[in-house]
């Protein structure tokens, strides 16, 4: 059972747009919840977190909205750059959860398109 | 470049091989964990270690060995796999093993099991 959703396999937006990248979650445990990007051959690289005593938390172009009553989270890039094109994905842990800290659920992941 | 560093990048091996991979950070990271991904899926966690103590087994096959000789190397010893087991293992370190702590991820060995 996917307790990190991400629907969308796919977004395409024109360069210097707003992209939005959507996640859902069912786990109401979870306390953190981080969004990673991921280049063809390359690791996942860590973009931006957000604990959930926030709503909001902004990095320069990245910003992560929490919306902990409806379990769902997103990421908006502004402007949307060429270079962003990568897959994202949403990630989740919880303190406690399973017996464990730090453990990282991650959803299928969002391929970005941007188009110049 | 990334801070955590994988060998080999690519290794082929038959079932009855043994191999290792091989994880260095330089980072301080008293947290580093083994995850793997098969096409088209997220990374999936295997192990976790903590203060060079392992934390987290996820219910892996025996044929995955964990080992962390000190807090900057991880290696994960393998024996006797199955082409199911091709996949691309990666390796990540964070500064604790507190939730939140964000992960840093190698680039990954690509594992083919003949």
């Known amino acids: 059972d996917q307790q990190v959703k991400q629907n969308s396999p796919s977004l395409s937006v024109q360069e210097g747009r707003i992209s939005i990248l959507n996640c859902d979650y069912t786990?109401?445990?979870?306390?953190?919840f981080l969004w990673y990007k991921k280049y063809p051959a390359e690791g996942p690289t860590f973009l931006i977190s957000i604990s959930s005593i926030k709503d909001k938390n902004e990095d320069g172009r990245f910003t992560v909205f929490l919306n902990k009553s409806a379990k769902h989270l997103s990421l908006h890039i502004v402007p949307s750059q060429p270079g962003d094109s990568a897959v994202y994905f949403c990630?989740?842990?919880?303190?406690?959860?399973?017996?464990?800290?730090?453990?990282?659920?991650f959803g299928k992941g969002t391929k970005l398109s941007v188009k110049p | 470049d990334t801070e955590v560093t994988q060998t080999p990048k690519h290794l082929v091996m038959g079932m009855t091989n043994k191999k290792s991979l091989k994880c260095e950070q330089h980072m301080g990271h008293r947290a580093m964990y083994w995850y793997k991904q098969k096409a088209k899926k997220p990374p999936e966690l295997m192990f976790v270690?903590?203060?060079?103590?392992?934390?987290i087994n996820e219910s892996v096959p025996s044929r995955f060995s964990p080992e962390c000789p000190n807090s900057s190397l991880l290696n994960l010893h393998l024996h006797a796999l199955q082409p199911e087991d091709s996949a691309l293992y990666l390796c990540?370190?964070?500064?604790?093993?507190?939730?939140?702590?964000?992960?840093?991820f190698g680039n990954g060995t690509r594992l083919t099991v003949t």
């Open positions: 270690y903590s203060y060079e103590k392992l934390s």
């Open positions: 786990n109401s445990m979870f306390d953190y």
């Open positions: 990630a989740a842990s919880g303190m406690g959860y399973g017996g464990s800290q730090g453990n990282l659920i």
């Open positions: 990540a370190s964070s500064r604790t093993y507190r939730a939140g702590s964000p992960l840093h």
